[in-house]
């Protein structure tokens, strides 16, 4: 059973390297959660190496800018691993002819992989970020042109795996549940991020370059979804802390507080397995 902590330098000592989880972990997507960035300032004070890990269809560096604008510190990690990075490998071995679905700021995704943005009806390779619109889109709004490129058997490559995403306290889709879509109509969906090993590999590839070697029992993870953070710490063998306020705290919160019962019925119902847990990451 996962044992509550109420400040992450209860177990610090524990561990050398920290991969963590972004959105809804450092931030909502509105503001930062303060305590979240102080603390891992503080682990890496103390020599742990913070590598944060995201599902985010950007490069880093669009994603170090978003963080740097919503409040998070420089000094809360030493390195970032995103989805888009990871991604950027299916996008270059895939056949050129793109039919991109995601705004206009994913777009940073294909730069210098000789991709041709083509409509759907010429497309051999979908990229999907996100949604065109993700306040007022869900997959159905795509479900006629999926239909038609799934029956032609186009590969769609997922930037995104996110289902759902915090955006201030509401619940925002992501590509990953357009992929959920394209492959319940029989399509071919290609993903890197979370919870896929992929990711992984990088992440601690960058924190073996950022302190050399380290014993994998040494490593903790830290996320609030149970489809991404939590299967893919679990399936990597990592240690995880589980933040509980994060996408599915409907599940077992009521004004503000954990339903300890309902948390650990919710856990085993989801085949989680956190070592640890906290409302909050502080």
Not at 16 to 22: E, F, I, P, R, T
Request: with cysteine.
């Amino acid at each position: 059973m996962a044992v509550r902590i109420n400040s992450f330098r209860e177990i610090a000592s524990r561990y050398d390297v920290v991969l963590c989880d972004v959105w809804g972990v450092l931030h909502n997507g509105v503001q930062a959660f303060v305590s979240a960035g102080e603390a891992l300032a503080e682990a890496r004070a103390q020599g742990l190496t913070v590598i944060l890990i995201t599902n985010a269809p950007r490069p880093y560096p669009g994603v170090k800018v978003q963080l740097r604008g919503l409040g998070v510190p420089d000094e809360a990690y030493d390195r970032i691993v995103t989805s888009g990075d990871v991604t950027r490998a299916l996008i270059a071995a895939a056949e050129k002819r793109v039919f991109f679905i995601g705004a206009d700021r994913d777009l940073p995704l294909l730069e210098g992989l000789g991709t041709d943005i083509v409509s759907s009806e010429e497309a051999e390779t979908i990229v999907c970020a996100g949604f065109y619109d993700d306040e007022t889109e869900t997959p159905e709004h795509y479900r006629t042109t999926l239909t038609a490129l799934a029956k032609r058997k186009v590969p769609f490559i997922c930037a995104n795996p996110d289902l759902v995403v915090e955006r201030g306290h509401r619940l925002i889709p992501c590509a990953g549940a357009i992929a959920k879509l394209y492959e319940e109509l029989g399509g071919e969906a290609r993903i890197a991020g979370k919870p896929y090993k992929a990711i992984y590999r990088a992440a601690l590839s960058e924190a073996r370059a950022v302190r050399g070697p380290f014993d994998l029992v040494r490593v903790i993870a830290i996320g609030d979804g149970m489809p991404t953070d939590v299967k893919g710490a679990q399936d990597a063998g990592l240690d995880l802390l589980y933040i509980s306020a994060g996408i599915h705290a409907q599940e077992y919160m009521h004004e503000s507080r954990t339903d300890e019962a309902k948390l650990t019925a919710f856990l085993k119902r989801e085949g989680a397995t956190p070592k640890w847990w906290m409302p909050r990451l502080g």
